[in-house]
């Protein structure tokens, strides 16, 4: 029978990559320094491989050893991710989740679901860190954190993705803009029209892109923003019209008190879809009942009143 590394040994190694020192990796485990170098040795010696380059100063790993704590590292992921699983089938959501969002999205949505979730449940931490959309599907893969609200399509073979609503478009334009006359406008109103944009790493921009190529729209290449405030100030300086989520326009405009209209398209023609994203393999239930308290925030605060988002 072949004799595996155990789940303590491959503990050690991780804590010795981490460190990158033998006395401090054994502070960090909790056991003296002649058993933390004992078990690197006994795993070594079970692999066949040199892991780590013995001398003075920093502890260096060999090619062999990064390969192995690679490894390790994905191995102790999914164990945790069992003990996580169990924890929440017995209890429902609880633990630490790390959860990523968009500058589009999270400031604007996740005020109505905090609460909701802290309520129902109380046991449950939440770590909410605003993330350049560029980084967002990196920084879940490597880690860094456990799932991601983002605008879709987002996925791959490594991922899962959970629809949660579409979210309308709406037109923004000076107050004295010609369609501010109108209750609603369509896709083709966008002919001739300057549209201003997020950046290319906001996945809006290909959105928005595509519907000028069709309806017409002209792209303001020259005055990408780098934020919704910033597109709605230059919208109020008369620079151009903007398509704006549903979510900002009706947590940042006061039509009492703003220069910059919103209208929205007729029949909600003109959406974004928003989703949760997480690893393949994860703990999908955590996620699920997550995606369940997110959808029931929605259904509460915002689907009254004109262009409501529109629920999957």
Same mark, same amino acid.
């Given at each position: ?14 804590? &010795? ?13 909790? *056991?003296?320094?002649?058993s933390l170098s004992l078990q690197i040795g006994n795993l070594e010696e079970l ?34 991710? *069992?003990?996580? @699983? ?18 589009? *999205?999270?400031?604007? @949505? ?7 979730? #802290? ?6 931490? &939440? ?6 959309? %560029? ?43 010609? &369609? ?24 809006? #921009? ?8 069709? #309806? +017409?729209?002209?792209?303001? %290449? ?9 597109? /709605? ?17 009706w947590s940042e405009i006061d039509s009492r008190s703003s220069n910059v209209t ?13 989703? &949760? ?17 997110? /959808? ?8 009254? +009143? ?7």
């Amino acid at each position: 029978m072949i004799k595996l590394p155990s789940m303590l040994q491959m503990r050690y190694l991780l804590a &010795l990559s981490e460190t990158r020192h033998f006395r401090k990796a054994a502070e960090t485990m909790g *056991i003296s320094q002649p058993s933390l170098s004992l078990q690197i040795g006994n795993l070594e010696e079970l692999l066949g491989l040199h892991l780590v380059e013995r001398g003075r100063g920093p502890v260096t790993l060999t090619p062999e050893g990064r390969e192995v704590v690679a490894r390790a590292s994905r191995i102790l992921h999914e164990v945790r991710g *069992i003990m996580d @699983l169990t924890t929440a089938f017995q209890t429902g959501l609880t633990g630490t989740i790390r959860l990523g969002t968009t500058p589009t *999205i999270g400031p604007y @949505l996740m005020p109505f679901v905090v609460e909701r979730l #802290h309520a129902k449940y109380p046991d449950l931490r &939440l770590y909410i860190r605003e993330v350049a959309p %560029r980084d967002l599907r990196g920084e879940l893969l490597a880690g860094s954190l456990d799932v991601i609200l983002t605008q879709l399509p987002e996925g791959g073979a490594d991922l899962t993705t959970q629809r949660l609503f579409r979210e309308p478009l709406l037109l923004a334009m000076p107050d004295d803009h010609a &369609l501010a006359a109108k209750s609603e406008v369509t896709e083709a109103d966008l002919l001739d029209l300057n549209v201003l944009s997020l950046g290319p790493d906001y996945a809006m #921009h290909a959105q928005i892109a595509a519907l000028c190529q069709q #309806h +017409g729209g002209v792209i303001a %290449r020259d005055y990408e923003g780098t934020s919704l405030d910033a597109i /709605r100030q230059m919208v109020g300086m008369g620079m151009g019209v903007a398509l704006l989520p549903r979510l900002y326009a009706w947590s940042e405009i006061d039509s009492r008190s703003s220069n910059v209209t919103v209208r929205p398209f007729r029949r909600s023609s003109v959406t974004r879809s928003i989703g &949760l994203v997480w690893r393949r393999g994860a703990n999908a239930a955590m996620f699920e009942r997550l995606s369940d308290v997110i /959808r029931s925030a929605a259904r509460a605060n915002l689907q009254t +009143g004109q262009s409501p988002i529109i629920l999957d």
